[in-house]
């Protein structure tokens, strides 16, 4: 039995949504903080104006089922933020994100 595997978590925003992202970005940072054993990587997708878009997450847990309620808790998907999320289990294979 597995006790915690990688999920990576892809959430998208609704269009023209950048006002809520940014009104809600102190509280939804303050639940990342609250869960950073959880939280492997994460941060936002960006356009080509670096205007969030979306966010990516790279989390541990035991199951999808407590991967969609990390995410649900989100105060991003709370608020109504995201109008796609997809969640898989994800294997690390290579890691130079760090140089």
């Known amino acids: 039995m597995i006790d915690s595997a990688l999920f990576l978590i892809s959430a998208f925003d609704h269009e023209n949504s950048e006002k809520l992202r940014n009104e809600t970005r102190p509280v939804h940072l303050d639940y990342i903080s609250k869960n ?6 994460a941060g936002p997708y960006v356009d080509e104006n670096g205007i969030s878009v979306g966010s990516l997450y790279v989390i541990h847990a035991s199951d999808e089922g407590e ?3 990390f995410i649900n808790s989100d105060p991003y998907s709370v608020v109504g933020l995201f109008r796609d999320v997809q969640i898989r289990r994800w294997r690390l294979v290579i890691d130079n994100i760090h140089g």
């Not at 950073?36 to 990587?41: E, G, P, Q, W």
Request: aromatic share 0%; charged share 35%.
């Open 67 to 69: 991967a969609e309620e």
């Open 36 to 41: 950073n054993h959880k939280v492997a990587l």
